[in-house]
């Protein structure tokens, strides 16, 4: 056979298989209102492993295993299309309605935020962003952040979670799991590193340098070339409070130009950054859920099986759904024996029937299910 005779017969079993898939997924939607009928679960594993162990035996020994993997996706789509066709919302996406409903049609203009650090950090400039009119309370590390905001002091938080050079801020991803508040609103933020130091002082007499650490690692290139030794703040803006208050000419400050100005020092160099695309996406916190129009993106966290394909079979559902997933990151749990927390982004209208049923599987089939918020990113 050529090709056109070849392409021609795929064709012809493309339209079979096409044929006996919507047979299948229609047998699939019956059994599920079965199911619901007789309370039983959707997910039936011991079938599912008689029905692989039966194709895998019918296929040659070099098919096996992708013959497995057709009749895992198999499974996937058929759990969704069953949640979708005979299964009720969770109870989760009808607070998510109830917030909607009762959530006002804009952002606040002004609240009291907390942030980490001290004037002229990067939170900072975050939020005067997010609010128009924002007080900002200061504080030392970002877990008294969620305690400011747990105890009522604030009523939201800004906080950076990822860089775009230095990767995830794992200790902000780490609190949110801990205090599961709601993201109601994200940012990302251009950051422009600026060489902080004294008057009087000059490059050449430079030998240490303070910053955040992720500061620090998105200038590593410009500190290397230096050669210059460096030391870890809780923040840029303390950084350079601290340069300014030491009365050495041999430090610097790695931080915003902004803090130049405030804490009386010179820049010496600017952008200083390992690459000029440089942004800070930023997270504004709060204890209550509040859902505002416009919301299209999502945040949950969630464990999975310790078992091969768990998470295969997890974002397998997002393409199902057609949803695009933005982000994955994974985080051990403490304590645990090589488990993983993991954090999902999805780009989606919170209005979206689709987003409603991921959410419904994933709360109904996770170890751990906790959804983080829907809102809108700048």
């Known amino acids: 056979m050529d090709l056109k005779e070849l392409r021609n017969d795929i064709d012809n079993i493309d339209d079979q298989i096409t044929k006996l898939f919507v047979r299948r997924m229609e047998d699939a939607a019956q059994i599920a209102s079965w199911k619901k009928e007789h309370e039983t679960a959707v997910t039936d594993t011991s079938r599912e492993r008689e029905i692989i162990n039966k194709q895998t035996g019918n296929v040659p020994p070099a098919l096996a295993g ?16 069953q949640h979708s066709k005979n299964h009720a919302l969770s ?7 109830r917030v909607i409903e009762t959530t006002p049609k804009e952002r606040p203009e002004r609240a009291v935020v907390a942030c980490q650090g001290v004037e002229g ?22 877990e008294e952040v969620f305690k400011a905001v747990d105890s009522g002091l ?18 902000v991803y780490d609190l949110m799991r801990k205090y599961r508040f709601y993201i109601t609103h994200s940012l990302k933020l251009f ?15 430079i030998k240490e340098v303070y910053s955040h650490p992720q500061a620090l690692a998105q200038c590593s290139e410009f500190i290397a070339k230096n050669q210059w030794k460096v030391h870890a703040c809780k923040n840029t803006a ?4 601290l340069v300014a208050e030491s009365g050495r000419k041999d430090i ?123 809102y809108t990113e700048d």
């Open 191 to 205: 950051i422009g590193h600026a060489l902080l130091a004294p008057d009087g002082a000059c490059l050449k007499d």
């Open 91 to 97: 109870a989760l996406c009808a607070q998510m309605d």
């Open 154 to 171: 604030c009523r939201y938080g800004v906080l950076p979670v990822e860089n775009s050079t230095a990767g995830s801020v794992n200790e």
């Open 66 to 81: 992708y013959t497995k993997v057709l009749y895992q996706t198999l499974f996937d789509v058929s759990r969704s299309y």
């Open 252 to 374: 610097a400050a790695i931080g915003s130009k902004d803090n130049a100005e405030l804490y009386d020092l010179n820049v010496l160099s600017t952008a200083v950054q390992n690459t000029q695309n440089n942004y800070t996406r930023f997270i504004c916190i709060s204890k209550d859920l509040e859902i505002y129009p416009g919301a299209n993106k999502t945040s949950i966290m969630l464990t999975l099986a310790h078992r091969p394909g768990s998470l295969y079979h997890t974002i397998s559902r997002f393409a199902a759904l057609d949803l695009n997933l933005t982000k994955l990151e994974s985080r051990p749990i403490a304590g645990s024996n090589f488990e993983f927390m993991f954090y999902f982004d999805v780009e989606a209208s919170v209005y979206s029937p689709a987003l409603r049923t991921l959410i419904t599987e994933l709360e109904a089939e996770s170890q751990l299910f906790t959804y983080l918020g829907s």
């Open 238 to 241: 303390e950084a350079a409070k």
């Open 121 to 142: 950090a990067y939170s900072q400039h975050a939020a005067d962003k997010m609010f128009k009119y924002p007080s900002i309370l200061y504080f030392s590390g970002f």
